[in-house]
């Protein structure tokens, strides 16, 4: 029975890791690439150490499993969240169909901080030109 | 039923196995064309999950779960490596944005 659950478990982790696969392969641009990587790869891989967590009989084992899934749940959110503000900041491409960009013009001309964060007005280096197109065409 | 439970595992971890090779060709062909940094940082990423899913398959497979902790390992340095390219992903923005500063982040699309 044990290995019926697990086995049901690893399937739907591995179709988890290929949906991933796939989508980093045909999805338009980064972004939207993120999303399958982070959240599907994360899937695929917590399933499989939750079918260990199940299968071991083994307490020790058990426990390891689900702290490495913890740390996996832990961190995964934290790297794809450095990763997508890189990527914005660097100017990655977006697909030609996105409709809203929240973010555009917000960042002042470092790109260090929030334009409207309650820190931006503070002083600490330059804030944004303001003549530029950018940053007014959009509503605060 | 104890019988069957062993075959059903067997097999899931077989087309397991096969899913995520699949998986890992398409990761290493986004890593290798990726047009920009981060996607390849992306592609590095899902590598790193998808090694820990093989190390987690192996340990399953042969029962031999010491390599649980090498699974771990590798989630940790991959998440340091995530972080250390997004970084230097974020650093290459700034110094660019530096040296021509009438790009803006928003007005490609």
Sequence with gaps: MIDLIGGIVILVGAIFSLVAGIGLFRLPDIYVRMHAATKAGTLGAGLILIAIAIDAHDLGVTARAVAGLLFLLLTAPVAAHLLGRAAYLSGAKQWSQTCLDELEGKYDADGRRLDGTPDADLGRGPIADKDEPGPTTSPR | ????????????????????????????????????????????????????????????????????????????VGFLATVAFARYVYRGALAERRESPATEAGDES
Excluded: N, Q
């Excluded at chain 2, 097999?11 to 996607?39: H, N, Q």
């Excluded at chain 2, 820990?52 to 902790?69: P, R, W």
């Design chain 2, 1 to 76: 039923m104890a019988e069957f439970g062993a075959h059903f595992l067997d097999l899931a971890i077989l087309f397991a196995y096969g899913a995520m090779i699949v998986s890992f060709a398409l990761s290493v062909y986004r890593l290798l064309k990726g047009p920009s940094p981060a996607d390849r940082v992306v592609a590095l990423d899902m590598l790193a999950l998808l090694g820990i899913g093989f190390i987690g398959l192996f340990s399953i497979s042969t029962g031999e779960y010491a390599f649980l902790d090498v699974a771990i390992a590798l989630a940790l």
